[in-house]
């Protein structure tokens, strides 16, 4: 059986989903392949990102927080909360229920949409020919007029480090423990390693962050991140850099890690540990032999800039191209492609696409660092605005941080922006917007902002690299 369609999109997280949203959109039948499979044994859209990723996740940072905040912060506005008791049970099944309502959404887009969703594992034949293989029953094909890859990705595994069912996790299982571990092990202190750790440190475990490299969160600015590991430090994280383990053994229900550091072979104990040493793209059996899709060694999907493939018809988006691996970037891409299919004149400015991460405090940035400025030879002049110094700061009691402008030196054009501090993730849109309209920092300069926000401090910032900031002391001029 074959059935026909303009568009047939393989993978049903943020790219896939939103892909062949504006797909039907724009007028284009539209299929929507996607094996996943929730706990409950039914299918669900979303892919990783909404059922054991970004939704999940914030859940239970957001659950966490509020737990700490009620042992040891609320005192200082004169809350009293006496007796705060865990209810992890209660915290898991919230989560769950945000993760249902979401999936369960994207499910009645579909069918406000009229896309088809197809349950079963999609693969690429030659032509636009889509080979779908459900978990029950035959396989079936469907063929198109063209075909959007989204296949996702899933986290890497380490192959002298086994998982276990509840004792040595990937990030799926560590949104999954019915229990809070007395000492908690994470291999990686990235993003992923950093919430995790965040949430179980929050509601009482001893975390140990194991991180191979010596630069803490080298992909961010410098300043960036010496300010980060200096809060999660201050915080309780024990975060070890330069630590390479070398081997993990399970001994009367403990993990028991070797590692390697500058001083040497060392040992720790932990009673559950989290593997989270970053993702691979899901491209294993995406296409046949025959379709000769290209891809590269680490097993990404060749693309050029608007994602298209070796294959004329053919596309690939998300986690499986090149790229940060961010739902949103994914999402703007489907959004691009379906354009591009449709006819239209579409493009994506990478350059304008913002990274978070959401612990506490909260760390967002876009655009360039202050090292690769340097490296490329570019001349720049730099604004910083502390939080210490904002008044809605202050009346939240969260202070920590601050908002880093860099703008060209001769055009005062905006090129990167740098946070760390309360709501980052929120504030960081205003630093996209100000790239993707090409700003300068004296347009910044010239917008009102409401007072008090946090929003200030951006404001304050762009003020700041022409030395100009209001609410914060000059630094004196050497004479």
């Known amino acids: 059986m074959t059935d026909k369609y303009d568009v047939v999109v393989i993978g049903g997280g943020p790219a896939g989903y939103v892909a062949a949203i504006r797909c039907s959109q724009l007028g284009l039948a539209t299929a929507c392949v996607d094996e996943w499979i929730n706990p409950q044994g039914r299918p669900a859209l ?5 059922n054991v990723g970004c939704i999940p996740s914030k859940a239970l ?12 912060e609320l005192a ?6 006496k007796g705060v008791e865990l209810d992890l049970a209660a915290m898991m099944a919230r989560k769950d229920k945000v993760v249902s309502e979401l999936t369960q959404g994207i499910e009645q887009l579909f069918k406000s949409n009229g896309i088809t969703w197809v349950s079963g594992r999609g693969r690429l034949l030659s032509g636009t020919r889509v080979e779908v293989t459900p978990a029950k029953g035959n396989a079936r094909e469907l063929e198109a007029g063209h075909v959007i890859l989204a296949p996702g990705s899933s986290p890497v595994e380490i192959d002298h480090i086994p998982l276990t069912d509840d004792l040595i996790v990937d990030s799926t299982g560590a949104l999954e423990f019915d229990s809070v571990p007395g000492r908690l092990g994470v291999i990686g202190a990235g993003v992923i390693g950093l919430e995790l750790g965040s949430v179980w440190q929050r509601l009482g475990s001893k975390v140990i962050l194991l991180e191979a490299q010596e630069q ?17 430090r201050k915080q309780g994280l024990d975060i070890r850099l330069g630590a390479r383990v070398t081997e993990c053994e399970i001994k009367r229900n403990k993990v028991h890690i070797e590692y390697e550091d500058a001083k040497g072979r060392e040992q720790e104990q932990v009673d559950r540990l989290i593997v989270a040493v970053g993702r691979r793209p899901n491209t294993r059996g995406l296409a046949s032999d025959e379709s000769q899709l290209l891809l590269d060694e680490w097993g990404f ?5 608007q994602c298209r493939t070796n294959l004329p018809t053919v596309y690939a988006i998300g986690d499986a191209v090149r790229g940060p691996m961010l739902a949103h970037k994914g999402s703007e891409e489907g959004v691009m492609v379906a354009e591009l299919i449709a006819g239209h004149h579409a493009s994506m400015n990478y350059d304008a696409v913002p990274s978070v991460i959401y612990t506490q405090p909260e760390i967002a940035w876009v655009g360039k660092t ?12 730099t ?7 904002s008044g809605r700061a202050r009346a939240a ?3 920590e941080g601050f908002i880093k402008l860099l703008a060209d030196a001769d055009t005062d054009r905006l090129l990167g922006a740098h946070i760390i501090g309360p709501h980052a993730s929120e504030l960081v849109a205003q630093a996209v917007l100000a790239l993707e309209m090409q700003a300068s920092a004296e347009d910044v300069m010239l917008t009102v902002f409401a007072h008090p926000t946090l929003s200030e401090s951006f404001h304050e910032a762009a003020l700041a690299v022409h030395d100009r900031a209001i609410h914060v002391a000059r630094p004196r001029r050497r004479k």
């Not at 940072?61 to 040891?72: F, G």
């Not at 803490?216 to 999660?232: H, I, N, P, S, Y």
């Not at 604004?383 to 110094?389: D, H, N, Q, R, S």
């Open 46 to 50: 979303g892919g990783t990102c909404l």
């Open 76 to 81: 200082t506005h004169g809350v009293q909360c």
């Open 61 to 72: 940072l957001e659950s966490s927080e509020l737990y700490a905040r009620a042992q040891h």
């Open 301 to 305: 999907i060749h693309v050029d800039e």
């Open 383 to 389: 604004g910083m605005f502390p939080f210490t110094a």
């Open 216 to 232: 803490f969160l080298a992909m961010t600015d410098d300043q960036l991140g010496k300010e980060a590991l200096r809060q999660f």
């Open 397 to 399: 009691g969260q202070t």
């Open 370 to 381: 202050e090292q690769l400025l340097k490296t490329e030879g570019i001349e720049y002049r």
